[in-house]
Structures are given as C-alpha cells and as structure tokens.
C-alpha cells in the first residue's frame, strides 16, 4: 500500500551547522493521553493555558504525535528512533497493523532507508523501535540494511533478562532480533557524564522509564538541541514533573531523572525536542511558577 505523503515539506530546525527534521509518522488517538499519563487529567491540563492550542485541546485532552528526527552530521546520516512501523502485531490498538507513508515523508526528506547510516534507539519500547524492521517476503527484515543501530547496553540488557509477556516478546522478535541477527545492534556503555557516538551527537543516560533508556544531545557551533525519548512524554510534565508515564519501570527514577533534566534546561539556549510532543513539537524550557514550561520554537 501506497500513500502519496499529504505535505511535500518536511518540517525542520536549524541546531549551529545541523539540520534536524521531524519525520512524522501518526498523531496518536485521544485515549493515548488518560492512559498513557493517568495524572494529566483535563482539571490539570486546562490549569495551564500555555498548553493550547497546540499541545491540548479545548477538552483538555492531551495530544500525542509519533514521529522521528533525522539529521546529517560529518557526512553520517542519523536517524533517532523508528516508531511504531507498519504492518506490526500489537496489542495497543493504535499501533496494531499499522499503513503508514512513514518511509516515503522519510526519503522525501532526503534520508531513503538505504542511505541511513546510524539509528540511535533512546530505548526498545514498541513505538520507538517498529520500524527497524519491515516485511519482506513474509518475514521482517532490517529497514535500514546499511546502518548501525545503537542503543545503551544497559537496555538492551535489562530486557535480555526481563520476564516478557507475549506481546513484548513479539515485539523483540519482529522488531529487536532480526537487527541483531543481521549483525547490526551495537550496544554502548552510557557512563553518567554521557558518550558521544558521532561527531556532536551524545546519548545522554535518562534512566526510570526505562533502565538504558538516553536522550541524545547535538551540539554544533555553539548551538546545543536535546531529543527528549520518552523521559518527557508531554509538555504539560515540564509544569508537573511529578506526573509519570503509566509504562515507566522505575516511576521514581524516572521522576528524578526529569527533574534534573529539566533544571539542566531551564533558561538555557538548549532546543528541546520533543519525541511524542504534537507540533510545535520544540522550544526552550523557561521557568513558570514553581516549575517550567515550553516556550515553543517552530519548525521551518
Ligand atoms: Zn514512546
């Protein structure tokens, strides 16, 4: 199946030399917000005017995007996570069989699977790894059959000894292991201070949501732009940092974790980059109230 994509541009940001596209693959239903982040409740939600139009609606439901970035640097082409993916068994409703135009808006800006040098994984959640692999000939093969896929090696290990459920464990055989079987999962050791695995690129540790789990930094000429992965689902967390994510394997971790992230932020130049956040999708962490919130940076 074949969709035309519905816009011919592909949004974007300017980091220094770095030009990072956002290549979008579905808005999430309605339902993604309640149970996705139970505490962002519609009281919560409407409490904050800043927060709508664009990241909530007049009924103070939350929107919830998938979408990927991609980006050139020192001639490597880089794409950060891979989203739900197509065609993918999935108890989630609104991720099960998906038929999305995700690698046609992918290849219209200028990064057709072949081409993709390095795909950097911030953690193995469903819709951060699905299209690592798509169908060929009945069986799931690697999308990105020239790139080096990397994740933090403390992921990949926590789920090697993880009690799967069946959905998780289908998700790893059509989504994780072919990568690996191909011989294209590098895992890297994430020390505290962070690790750069390309020139200007840093995978940042961001553990609770999950125990690898990494947000990666660019840095190019003295401008610095930060993909969140899901240590931040949603702009109404930089208000209520407290508020977790239903699936975070360490609540507590991971409400620390967006703390200290977060105050590294605030009144910074930094670019936050949302992975989940609905467009305007980016901006910069400004203190509000007793906490922060985003003060939005559109795309070009
Ligand atoms: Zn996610």
């Keep these: 199946m074949h969709t035309a994509p519905t816009t011919s541009a592909t949004p974007f940001w300017t980091v220094g030399g770095i030009t990072v596209h956002r290549v979008d693959e579905i808005a999430l239903p309605p339902a993604t917000g309640p149970w996705l982040l139970p505490d962002a409740t519609s009281e919560v939600v409407n409490g904050q005017d800043w927060l709508h139009p664009h990241f909530a609606d007049e009924d103070g439901i939350l929107r919830i995007d998938s979408h990927s970035f991609a980006f050139v640097v020192d001639g490597l ?3 950060v996570d891979t989203g ?3 065609g993918k068994e999935r108890a989630n409703p609104a991720w099960h069989d998906l038929r999305t135009d995700f690698l046609e808006r992918l290849t219209v800006a200028g990064f057709p699977p072949d081409s993709v ?13 699905g299209w690592n692999t798509r169908r060929v000939n009945g069986a799931w093969a690697p999308t990105f059959p020239n790139a080096r896929y990397v994740t933090a090696r403390a992921e990949r290990e926590f789920w090697a000894t993880y009690d799967m ?3 998780r464990a289908q998700m790893f055989r059509d989504s994780v292991i072919p990568v690996e079987e191909a011989g294209l999962l590098h895992t890297v050791d994430v020390p505290a201070e962070g690790v750069e695995i390309a020139p200007g690129v840093r995978l940042i540790p961001t553990p609770g949501h999950t125990p690898g789990h990494v947000a990666v930094e660019l840095t190019s000429e003295g401008h610095t732009a930060l993909i969140s992965g899901d240590c931040v689902h949603h702009p109404v967390q930089l208000t209520h940092p407290a508020i977790g994510a239903c699936v975070d394997i360490d609540p507590q971790r991971s409400e620390a974790t967006r703390r200290t992230l977060l105050a ?5 130049d930094t670019l936050l980059l949302g992975t989940h956040f609905a467009a305007p999708t980016a901006g910069h962490v400004i ?8 003060d939005p940076v559109p795309a070009s």
């Design 77 to 79: 082409r880089v794409l």
């Design 84 to 86: 739900i993916g197509n």
């Design 117 to 129: 040098d390095l795909v950097v994984l911030t953690h193995l959640h469903a819709d951060h790894i």
């Design 165 to 167: 459920e069946e959905a």
């Design 264 to 268: 590294s932020l605030a009144d910074t």
């Design 287 to 294: 203190t509000h109230g007793a906490a922060y919130r985003l």
